[in-house]
Every structure is written in structure tokens, then in C-alpha cells.
């Protein structure tokens, strides 16, 4: 249970217009009429944000893949407070960003997988080369359970928290880890997720862990192989030239790969099987685009945390929020698309402001 006690802070968005009523300064919101200040102890049920998760495996922490960035002031965590009390129709959107804190590695950051000279597969590789779908599977098995050990950390808790709490509207991420589900959160996501496999053909889906159970049934050496990079020796023939990478990645000689990895098909149809998520080239479903535009649309409020907006399916909805009138804000270390529309801008790590921002205290409440 987390409790908040306090005042109610006073800093105000330049694009709202500010007001005083009874000598405290408010701001409105769209369809708010007035608010006024109260003094009120805000329970939220479902635990703590002290983080009593598991700590993430050594091999989470050996890289450093989170960007370096000052704490967070207090004038930022006291404008983001205002955002969540004053909004009623509160949309999130989460990057990599939030992931990164728990030890999943994104591609823009400094540190991100471009920095090493990675290529994300795309689309159109997968779908016209078998090549290339051997090389992605036998890349994904083997980094499967070290992606999966990966804990929700303080972000994904606290907005769990604060959507069982009533103050979030809608989540929306980019990601394709599950972390805000196993925190407790059901959001939309944008891009599909890892955690389903489907087949291209008849479009029948089922879960990954299933998938792995066939791929290692094909494969029966390659599971020896992986325990192979813990315990012999990386990248020997008894590992098939598998070495851990620091960020989680498995690096798997080409030979071993080409010819000697086995990909199951579809059990419909036999058709070709693809993790259910959105590939640089590809396009994001219509109906789970529309309800994502919808969503952005129709928020009083739009909170972008820890993405920099440089996919348009990001941005656009960002910006749809913005052109609609929306509050928009962002918090994330970098860059961002939307920096020259979206008038408040945090540089902050994402895990690190969220908790400090429950800490503030009471809520505004629409006046009766």
C-alpha cells in the first residue's frame, strides 16, 4: 500500500493557462471546469514502489546500456506530479527507454545496439529468405532465457500503480518485452510482442515458450550448446561458436547456423512462422493503429517516457495528441522527434522520476 501526504505543488505547463481560485494557483485541462485544492491522503493499492523485485542476472549489469543522466530536480518532478493530478484522460506512451533500466538493451541510445554496428532484421528479409529466418531463430533461441530473466523495474511498478489508482487513461508502449504486464499493467502494444509466435500464412498464433519447446526438440544439441557458453567453452564446436555477448546478445558462427538449425512450421498449414511482432518495414495492424490514434486523440494529456519518437508510429501520435490540444510532455535522456512540439521536456531516467513523483503528495480533485 503507498500512501502520499502533503500539499499540492504550484508549478504550472507554459501552455496551459493558469488561474487562481481561493488564493491557489490551478491549471485546466480540457472538459475540466474548475478544480480546487484539497488536503487528502491518497492510498494506492497493490504494493510497493520500493522495488522488491528481483534483482536482474549479472549478465543484465555487466554493460552499460542505460544513458548517464542527472537526478531528476524537483521543479520537474513537481511539474510531472501536475500532469497525472490535473489530467483526466491521461494517455502514456513508453520506448525502450523503461526497459533499459532492467537491462534489455535499446537501439538508439548511445550505448543501444547501433553503437556496435548491429542491424535489425527487416520485414522483407525474413519473409523472402529462409537464410535469413534460420539465422534470426537460432539467434533468438539461444538469447531466449537470458531476455526473459529481464524484471519489471520502479517505472513499469509505479504505472502500474497508478492505473489500478485511476490516474492513467491508457498505456500504450513500443515495447515487445511484457514488462508492463508482469508490473501489472495491460497495455496496447504498439508492436506486437515476442511472447506470441504466428504464422504468416493462416495467421494462427500461440505462445513463444511453446515455440521454444519445438525448436529445441528439432534442435536437441543446441540446448546443450547454450549451457555450453556458461559452463565450456564460448565459442568452441561443442558451443556450435556461440559466445554471450555483454548486453544479453548470443554471437553464433555463421557455419552453424546456415545449414544445421531447424525451424518448425506452422501446424495448421505449414506455413511459414514469425514472432508477432512489427519488423523495421512492416506495417502496424489498422485496428490496433486506429485504436492507438483514437486514444491519443481523445487524452486531455499525452506523456511520452523514455522513447525517442524516432518511429513514425510514435510520433504521429504524439503529435496527433498535441494538434488536438492535448497536454504533452516527455521524459527521456536524448533527443527526441517531437522536441520542438511538446513544450515540457525531462531529461531524466524514467525509474528514477515516476516513484519521487508519488512521493509529492495530495490530489486536485474537480470540485462538486
Same mark, same amino acid.
Given at each position: 500500500?503507498?500512501?502520499?501526504?502533503?500539499?499540492?505543488?504550484?508549478?504550472?505547463?507554459?501552455?496551459?493557462?493558469?488561474?487562481?481560485?481561493?488564493?491557489?494557483?490551478?491549471?485546466?485541462?480540457?472538459?475540466?471546469?474548475?478544480?480546487?485544492?484539497?488536503?487528502?491522503?491518497?492510498?494506492?493499492?497493490?504494493?510497493?514502489?520500493?522495488?522488491?523485485?528481483?534483482?536482474?542476472?549479472?549478465?543484465?549489469?555487466?554493460?552499460?546500456?542505460?544513458?548517464?543522466?542527472?537526478?531528476?530536480?524537483?521543479?520537474?518532478?513537481?511539474?510531472?506530479?501536475?500532469?497525472?493530478?490535473?489530467?483526466?484522460?491521461?494517455?502514456?506512451?513508453?520506448?525502450?527507454?523503461?526497459?533499459?533500466?532492467?537491462?534489455?538493451?535499446?537501439?538508439?541510445?548511445?550505448?543501444?545496439?547501433?553503437?556496435?554496428?548491429?542491424?535489425?532484421?527487416?520485414?522483407?528479409?525474413?519473409?523472402?529468405?529462409? &537464410? !535469413?529466418? #534460420?539465422?534470426?531463430?537460432?539467434?533468438?533461441?539461444?538469447?531466449? /532465457?537470458?531476455?526473459?530473466? %529481464?524484471?519489471?523495474? =520502479?517505472?513499469?511498478?509505479?504505472?502500474?500503480?497508478?492505473? &489500478? !489508482?485511476? #490516474?492513467?487513461?491508457?498505456?500504450?508502449?513500443?515495447?515487445?518485452? /511484457?514488462?508492463?504486464?508482469? %508490473?501489472?499493467?495491460? =497495455?496496447?502494444?504498439?508492436?506486437?510482442?515476442?511472447?506470441?509466435?504466428?504464422?504468416?500464412?493462416?495467421?494462427?498464433?500461440?505462445?513463444?515458450?511453446?515455440?521454444?519447446?519445438?525448436?529445441?526438440?528439432?534442435? =536437441?544439441?543446441?540446448?546443450?550448446?547454450?549451457?555450453?557458453?556458461?559452463?565450456?567453452?564460448?565459442?568452441?564446436?561443442?558451443?556450435?561458436?556461440?559466445?554471450?555477448?555483454?548486453?544479453?546478445?548470443?554471437?553464433?558462427?555463421?557455419?552453424?547456423?546456415?545449414?544445421?538449425?531447424?525451424?518448425?512450421?506452422?501446424?495448421?498449414?505449414?506455413?511459414?512462422?514469425?514472432?508477432?511482432?512489427?519488423?523495421?518495414?512492416?506495417?502496424?495492424?489498422?485496428?490496433?493503429?486506429?485504436?492507438?490514434?483514437?486514444?491519443?486523440?481523445?487524452?486531455?494529456?499525452?506523456?511520452?517516457?523514455?522513447?525517442?519518437?524516432?518511429?513514425?508510429?510514435?510520433?504521429?501520435?504524439?503529435?496527433?495528441?498535441?494538434?488536438?490540444?492535448?497536454?504533452?510532455?516527455?521524459?527521456?535522456?536524448?533527443?527526441?522527434?517531437?522536441?520542438?512540439?511538446?513544450?515540457?521536456?525531462?531529461?531524466?531516467?524514467?525509474?528514477?522520476?515516476?516513484?519521487?513523483?508519488?512521493?509529492?503528495?495530495?490530489?486536485?480533485?474537480?470540485?462538486?
Amino acid at each position: 500500500m503507498i500512501r502520499a501526504l502533503g500539499g499540492v505543488a504550484t508549478d504550472m505547463f507554459p501552455v496551459c493557462q493558469p488561474l487562481r481560485s481561493r488564493g491557489n494557483l490551478v491549471m485546466l485541462f480540457k472538459g475540466c471546469r474548475r478544480f480546487v485544492r484539497t488536503t487528502c491522503r491518497v492510498s494506492i493499492p497493490g504494493g510497493s514502489l520500493s522495488n522488491e523485485l528481483k534483482a536482474p542476472p549479472r549478465f543484465l549489469r555487466d554493460k552499460k546500456i542505460v544513458p548517464d543522466a542527472d537526478p531528476p530536480h524537483k521543479e520537474d518532478i513537481h511539474k510531472l506530479y501536475q500532469l497525472f493530478e490535473q489530467s483526466k484522460r491521461l494517455t502514456i506512451l513508453t520506448g525502450a527507454g523503461i526497459s533499459t533500466e532492467c537491462g534489455i538493451p535499446d537501439y538508439r541510445s548511445p550505448n543501444g545496439a547501433y553503437s556496435s554496428g548491429f542491424k535489425p532484421i527487416t520485414h522483407q528479409e525474413f519473409t523472402r529468405s529462409s &537464410r !535469413a529466418r #534460420r539465422r534470426y531463430w537460432a539467434r533468438s533461441y539461444a538469447g531466449w /532465457r537470458r531476455f526473459t530473466a %529481464a524484471q519489471p523495474g =520502479p517505472a513499469h511498478t509505479a504505472l502500474a500503480s497508478l492505473e &489500478r !489508482a485511476g #490516474r492513467i487513461d491508457c498505456i500504450i508502449t513500443q515495447n515487445v518485452d /511484457r514488462l508492463h504486464h508482469r %508490473a501489472g499493467s495491460d =497495455p496496447l502494444e504498439l508492436h506486437g510482442t515476442v511472447y506470441t509466435v504466428m504464422c504468416l500464412d493462416c495467421g494462427f498464433s500461440f505462445p513463444r515458450d511453446s515455440f521454444q519447446d519445438q525448436l529445441k526438440a528439432l534442435n =536437441p544439441k543446441w540446448a546443450e550448446a547454450i549451457e555450453s557458453i556458461d559452463h565450456g567453452e564460448p565459442g568452441s564446436e561443442k558451443s556450435f561458436g556461440m559466445k554471450q555477448r555483454p548486453d544479453g546478445d548470443i554471437e553464433i558462427d555463421e557455419k552453424f547456423w546456415e545449414e544445421g538449425f531447424h525451424i518448425p512450421v506452422c501446424e495448421k498449414c505449414q506455413g511459414v512462422l514469425k514472432p508477432d511482432v512489427i519488423f523495421f518495414g512492416d506495417n502496424i495492424p489498422k485496428e490496433r493503429a486506429t485504436q492507438a490514434m483514437e486514444a491519443a486523440k481523445q487524452s486531455d494529456a499525452f506523456l511520452v517516457l523514455g522513447s525517442s519518437l524516432m518511429t513514425m508510429s510514435a510520433f504521429r501520435l504524439v503529435r496527433a495528441a498535441h494538434e488536438a490540444g492535448a497536454v504533452t510532455a516527455i521524459v527521456n535522456i536524448g533527443v527526441t522527434r517531437a522536441d520542438d512540439i511538446v513544450p515540457l521536456k525531462i531529461s531524466a531516467r524514467v525509474g528514477e522520476i515516476l516513484p519521487r513523483v508519488l512521493d509529492v503528495g495530495s490530489l486536485g480533485v474537480p470540485a462538486l
